[in-house]
């Protein structure tokens, strides 16, 4: 079993849906969580970061972390085709081991 | 602040070769990261620096691979003999230990050096 679980899609919305992206994960140890947007041929571009249970808010973008069910997600309001890429979910320990696990990645297209 | 820049962006060599990529990390970032990534999956991690101590390597670092940030700036991931089972995305990225609260934890990425071996 992977440590980071994420469906690989791709998931496909009409522009203007909300599109809900989802991970989960295995480690009880990770304190931080991070959501990362790639696009094709590029690096990964820090979106979202949290480090505790609940909500946090960036302008369209939400993420969403429930440690007591391992389940991180992120909320992407008013969706654009612009928002078409790849989403990561990419979890840290905190102290001591210093790099992030990611999942698979998400596809998303936003159809116009 | 550039960003994390990556040189080269691609490259392509001969199976038995051997490269080097070179990363230059955001001004003042103390922790470098090397990751690799293969098509439809997320980033490996594969070694990290603090200032110029390399801390941390994953499995994935075989005794081909070899990387060193002797200045604590800039870092250099060397390939030796290089297999086609190493053709990837080599990303690099990272962080300062001043951000939040000490621990660091944002990372940002460079836009990648893709190898390809045939």
Known sequence: QKEVEQDPGPLSVPEGAIVSLNCTYSNSAFQYFMWYRQYSRKGPELLMYTYSSGNKEDGRFTAQVDKSSKYISLFIRDSQPSDSATYLCAEGLGTGRRALTFGSGTRLQVQP | ?118
């Open chain 2, 1 to 118: 602040d550039t960003g994390v820049s990556q040189d080269p962006r691609h490259k392509i060599t001969k199976r038995g070769q051997n490269v080097t990529f070179r990363c230059d990390p955001i001004s003042e970032h103390n922790r470098l990261y090397w990751y690799r990534q293969t098509l439809g999956q997320g980033p490996e991690f594969l070694t990290y620096f603090q200032n110029e101590a390399q801390l941390e390597k994953s499995r994935l670092l075989s005794d081909r691979f070899s990387a060193e940030r002797p200045k604590g700036s800039f870092s250099t991931l060397e390939i030796q003999r290089t297999e086609q089972g190493d053709s990837a995305m080599y990303l690099c990225a990272s962080s300062s230990s001043l951000t939040h609260g000490g621990t660091g934890n944002t990372i940002y990425f460079g836009e990648g050096s893709w190898l390809t071996v045939v």
